[in-house]
C-alpha cells in the first residue's frame, strides 16, 4: 500500500476543502513545509491546484517547481489540466504525473496526451454514484462502470475519489470496486490506520491522505513503520 501525502494549493498556500466546497477552507500555511515534512517519509506526493480545478487552468505550478527544485519527491497533480500547453508545462516544471478530470473523456484529447507524455493519470470524482468535473460542481450522467470502459485503452492509473467523504474526517464506508488491472488509488475521508488497512484488503494500490496528517490523526512516520510500502 503507497501512501500519497496530499498538498492542496490555493492562492499559494496549503488548504483543505469540505466535500470540495470553497466556502469551507481551511488554510494551513506554507506548502514548503509540508512538501519538506512529507518528503522524509515518502517518495511521492499528491497536490492539487484548486485554482486550477475551479478556474479551468493551473495558477500554482510556480509553488510547484520549487517543491520539486527543494525537495527530493515526485509529484503527482491535478487542477485544471484541461489543454494541452498546461499539461506540457506540468512537466517541463518536473511533475512525474500530470491528472486529468474533466477532459478525461474526451477521447481525442485523452489519446493526443498518452501519444505525447507518460504517466498521465486519471482522477474518476464519484458524487452521488455518478461522476463529478468542473472542480466537482457539475455531475455527469455517467457512473464509474461507463468511465472505466471509456478510459480503458488510455491510462492504467486511476484515483478515484469519494467527494462527499473528502476532508470530513468521517472515515470509509463504501468504496468502489477494484477493477483488474489497473493501479487503483483510493482519496476521501481517511481518518485512520483502520482505513488504510481496509483499503489494502480489498486491493487498492495506494491512497492518498490528507486532513488526517495536517490536524495530526494520522502520524506519518508512524504509519511507514507499519506498512511494507508507503510510497
Same mark, same amino acid.
Given at each position: 500500500?503507497?501512501?500519497?501525502?496530499?498538498?492542496?494549493?490555493?492562492?499559494?498556500?496549503?488548504?483543505?476543502?469540505?466535500?470540495?466546497?470553497?466556502?469551507?477552507?481551511?488554510?494551513?500555511?506554507?506548502?514548503?513545509?509540508?512538501?519538506?515534512?512529507?518528503?522524509?517519509?515518502?517518495?511521492?506526493?499528491?497536490?492539487?491546484?484548486?485554482?486550477?480545478?475551479?478556474?479551468?487552468?493551473?495558477?500554482?505550478?510556480?509553488?510547484?517547481?520549487? !517543491?520539486?527544485?527543494?525537495?527530493?519527491?515526485?509529484?503527482?497533480?491535478?487542477?485544471?489540466?484541461?489543454?494541452?500547453?498546461?499539461?506540457?508545462?506540468?512537466?517541463?516544471?518536473?511533475? &512525474?504525473?500530470?491528472?486529468?478530470? +474533466?477532459?478525461?473523456?474526451? &477521447?481525442?484529447?485523452?489519446?493526443?496526451? +498518452?501519444?505525447?507524455? &507518460?504517466?498521465?493519470?486519471?482522477?474518476?470524482?464519484?458524487?452521488?454514484?455518478?461522476?463529478?468535473?468542473?472542480?466537482?460542481?457539475?455531475?455527469?450522467?455517467?457512473?464509474?462502470? &461507463?468511465?472505466?470502459?471509456?478510459?480503458?485503452?488510455?491510462?492504467?492509473?486511476?484515483?478515484?475519489?469519494? +467527494?462527499?467523504?473528502?476532508g470530513l474526517l468521517e472515515g470509509?464506508?463504501?468504496?468502489?470496486?477494484?477493477?483488474?488491472?489497473k493501479e487503483a488509488i483510493y482519496?476521501?475521508?481517511?481518518?485512520?490506520?483502520?482505513?488504510?488497512?481496509?483499503?489494502?484488503?480489498?486491493?487498492?494500490?495506494?491512497?492518498? !491522505?490528507?486532513?488526517?496528517?495536517?490536524?495530526?490523526?494520522?502520524?506519518?512516520?508512524?504509519?511507514?513503520?507499519?506498512?511494507?510500502?508507503?510510497?
Amino acid at each position: 500500500m503507497k501512501i500519497y501525502p496530499a498538498i492542496d494549493l490555493y492562492d499559494g498556500e496549503a488548504v483543505r476543502l469540505e466535500q470540495g466546497d470553497k466556502t469551507k477552507m481551511r488554510s494551513y500555511g506554507d506548502p514548503m513545509r509540508y512538501a519538506e515534512k512529507f518528503s522524509d517519509h515518502v517518495g511521492k506526493i499528491h497536490m492539487v491546484d484548486l485554482e486550477g480545478a475551479f478556474d479551468g487552468e493551473p495558477r500554482n505550478l510556480d509553488v510547484v517547481e520549487k !517543491i520539486i527544485d527543494s525537495y527530493d519527491i515526485e509529484v503527482q497533480i491535478g487542477g485544471g489540466f484541461r489543454e494541452l500547453s498546461s499539461v506540457k508545462r506540468a512537466y517541463s516544471a518536473g511533475v &512525474e504525473n500530470v491528472i486529468i478530470g +474533466t477532459r478525461a473523456f474526451d &477521447e481525442d484529447f485523452m489519446s493526443g496526451l +498518452t501519444e505525447r507524455f &507518460e504517466g498521465i493519470m486519471v482522477s474518476l470524482d464519484i458524487k452521488s454514484g455518478n461522476l463529478a468535473v468542473e472542480g466537482w460542481r457539475t455531475t455527469l450522467d455517467m457512473d464509474l462502470d &461507463e468511465g472505466l470502459d471509456r478510459l480503458n485503452s488510455h491510462v492504467d492509473r486511476l484515483i478515484y475519489t469519494m +467527494t462527499e467523504k473528502d476532508g470530513l474526517l468521517e472515515g470509509i464506508e463504501e468504496l468502489p470496486l477494484v477493477p483488474e488491472g489497473k493501479e487503483a488509488i483510493y482519496a476521501g475521508g481517511i481518518a485512520s490506520k483502520d482505513d488504510i488497512d481496509y483499503l489494502d484488503e480489498v486491493g487498492f494500490d495506494g491512497c492518498i !491522505i490528507g486532513r488526517a496528517l495536517y490536524e495530526d490523526e494520522i502520524d506519518l512516520a508512524e504509519l511507514k513503520e507499519g506498512l511494507s510500502d508507503a510510497g
